[in-house]
T-cell receptor, first 109, second 113 residues
Framework: DAKTTQPPSMDCAEGRAANLPCNHSTISGNEYVYWYRQIHSQGPQYIIHGLKNNETNEMASLIITEDRKSSTLILPHATLRDTAVYYCIEQTGANNLFFGTGTRLTVIP | DTGVSQNPRHKITKRGQNVTFRCDPISEHNRLYWYRQTLGQGPEFLTYFQNEAQLEKSRLLSDRFSAERPKGSFSTLEIQRTEQGDSAMYLC???????????FGSGTRLTVV
C-alpha cells in the first residue's frame, strides 16, 4: 500500500492559517494526492486533491512541491469547526484510497 | 438527495451471530466503496463496486464477509459468525469517479460482545 507520512498532531490558533504537511515520497507520476478530514463520529469528508499544480477551492489550498514528494494543506482561517483528523492520501491504483493515520488538528480558541 | 445513508447507525451483537448493514449511495453515483475503521486508525478499504459489479476486494475481506449491490443501487455488507475482532466502524462511500472524491456516510458502528 502506498504510504504517506504526517505529523500525528498539530495545534492552530483560531483565525490563523493551519498548514498541514505531508510527505508522499513513493508517489508515482500519475497518482493524485487527496486530502480528507474526519470530524469525531462522522465519516471522512473530501477536501481537495491535486496532481502537480497547486489547487484551491472553497475549503482549502493544496501546495504540492515541484518534485511531488510532499504537499501542504492550508486552511486559511481556521475555526473551531476545523478541529478534526486530516488525512493525506496517495491514490493506490484505480479504485481505492489508502488513508493512513492522519494528523489530528486542534484549533484553539 | 441528502448524501450517503447507512443503517443501522449502531449494532450490538453476540459473537457468532450474523449481521447485515445497508448503504444507500447518492443516486447518480455508480461507484460504491466499503471501508472499515478501528479506533485510532484511518479507514481501511474493504471492497469496491461499479454499478452492480464487485470489481475489487481487499485481503481484509475474509470469507465471512460478503457484499452485494443488486441492481447497482443500494449495497449490503454481511458478516457471518461475527468475532470480537470485527468490532469497528463500517463506512460506505460513493462517487462518480475516483477523481471526484468520495462522499462518505456516517457509518455503522458494530460492537461484538
Amino acid at each position: 500500500d502506498a504510504k504517506t507520512t504526517q505529523p500525528p498532531s498539530m495545534d492552530c490558533a483560531e483565525g490563523r492559517a493551519a498548514n498541514l504537511p505531508c510527505n508522499h515520497s513513493t508517489i508515482s507520476g500519475n497518482e493524485y494526492v487527496y486530502w480528507y478530514r474526519q470530524i469525531h463520529s462522522q465519516g471522512p469528508q473530501y477536501i481537495i486533491h491535486g496532481l502537480k499544480n497547486n489547487e484551491t477551492n472553497e475549503m482549502a489550498s493544496l501546495i504540492i512541491t515541484e518534485d511531488r514528494k510532499s504537499s501542504t494543506l492550508i486552511l486559511p482561517h481556521a475555526t473551531l469547526r476545523d478541529t478534526a483528523v486530516y488525512y493525506c492520501i496517495e491514490q493506490t491504483g484505480a479504485n481505492n484510497l489508502f488513508f493512513g493515520t492522519g494528523t489530528r488538528l486542534t484549533v484553539i480558541p | 438527495d441528502t448524501g450517503v445513508s447507512q443503517n443501522p447507525r449502531h449494532k450490538i451483537t453476540k459473537r457468532g451471530q450474523n449481521v447485515t448493514f445497508r448503504c444507500d449511495p447518492i443516486s447518480e453515483h455508480n461507484r460504491l466503496y466499503w471501508y472499515r475503521q478501528t479506533l485510532g486508525q484511518g479507514p481501511e478499504f474493504l471492497t469496491y463496486f461499479q454499478n452492480e459489479a464487485q470489481l475489487e476486494k481487499s485481503r481484509l475481506l475474509s470469507d465471512r464477509f460478503s457484499a452485494e449491490r443488486p441492481k447497482g443501487s443500494f449495497s449490503t455488507l454481511e458478516i457471518q459468525r461475527t468475532e470480537q475482532g470485527d468490532s469497528a466502524m463500517y463506512l460506505c462511500a460513493s462517487s462518480l469517479a475516483l477523481l471526484y472524491g468520495y462522499t462518505f456516510g456516517s457509518g455503522t458502528r458494530l460492537t461484538v460482545v
